[in-house]
Nanobody
Framework: QVHLVESGGGLVQAGGSLRVSCATS????????MAWFRQAPGNEREFVAA????????YSADSVKGRFTISRDSAKNAVYLQMNSLKPEDTAVYYC??????????????????WGQGTQVTVSS
């Protein structure tokens, strides 16, 4: 069982920056692909960004390309999402997710086994 705990959400003005973090209990952290998804009220949970097990590959949704960066720290068993140039439409609950190994499609939430409780990010206009 892997426990994921997100932190770092909050309220920020449009154009601002925020970094959300995800701490994991995974003893073999480097064996898990990690990702961030988000869900706004009334919407489906959508892919934001993902990073491969060893951090050699990253993936981003078109809506956040060039603004958000995912990274991981094996020494801290943590994954981060740096969000710059935030827009009101980025407002959502952000979820950290983990998948053992290398999912066939790292952008699909169905391929992730473990989820955090989420952290709220609100961007005001």
């Amino acid at each position: 069982q892997v426990h994921l705990v997100e932190s770092g959400g909050g309220l920020v003005q449009a154009g601002g920056s925020l970094r959300v973090s995800c701490a994991t209990s995974a003893r073999t952290f480097s064996e898990y692909a990690m990702a961030w998804f988000r869900q706004a009220p009334g919407n489906e949970r959508e892919f934001v960004a993902a990073i491969s097990r060893r951090g050699t590959s990253t993936y981003s949704a078109d809506s956040v390309k060039g603004r958000f960066t995912i990274s991981r720290d094996s020494a801290k068993n943590a994954v981060y999402l740096q969000m710059n140039s935030l827009k009101p439409e980025d407002t959502a609950v952000y979820y950290c997710a983990a998948a053992w190994g290398s999912p066939r499609d790292i952008t699909k939430k169905e391929n992730f086994n473990y989820w955090g409780q989420g952290t709220q990010v609100t961007v005001s206009s």
